[in-house]
């Protein structure tokens, strides 16, 4: 009963957590998920907990589902930018064929009439 109390209590807090997780770098939670997977071992030769690969399984999934959630978070901060850049290449495409345009009717309008007698 203590373990599944206190596998509750674990899961609990590192879905709390994980609300947190949304604003820090990948680096940041790689370096939070190595320390919060080697604190659930317990020390060697030690009779007690040996089920902590459960807790370290839990802990890897829970892991998993934040650094996707934050690739896919950077992932669409990089499909808005892209978005802004086509827009702006068609901008400055639409421009380019205005300015071809009025030089084609500047040299249109430059050119010398047939030569006078």
């Known amino acids: 009963m203590k373990k599944m109390v206190y596998g ?4 609990s ?11 820090d770098p990948m680096d940041s939670l790689i370096d939070e998920y190595e320390q919060a997977f080697k604190a659930v071992k317990p020390p060697p ?3 007690v907990r040996s089920d902590y ?4 399984m839990a802990m890897s ?21 892209q ?3 086509l827009n702006r290449y068609d901008q400055i495409i639409e421009q380019n064929k ?12 430059g050119k010398p009439g047939p030569p006078k007698p």
């Open 53 to 56: 690969k459960f807790d370290q």
């Open 8 to 11: 509750l209590v674990f899961f």
């Open 98 to 109: 205005e300015v071809i345009r009025l030089l084609t009717r500047i040299a249109e309008a």
């Open 61 to 81: 999934g829970l892991y998993t589902t934040r650094t996707l959630r934050l690739i896919y978070q950077q992932n669409q901060s990089l499909m808005e930018r």
């Open 45 to 47: 030769q030690s009779s």
């Open 83 to 85: 978005d802004e850049m």
């Open 13 to 23: 807090a590192m879905l709390t957590a994980s609300g947190m997780a949304l604003a």
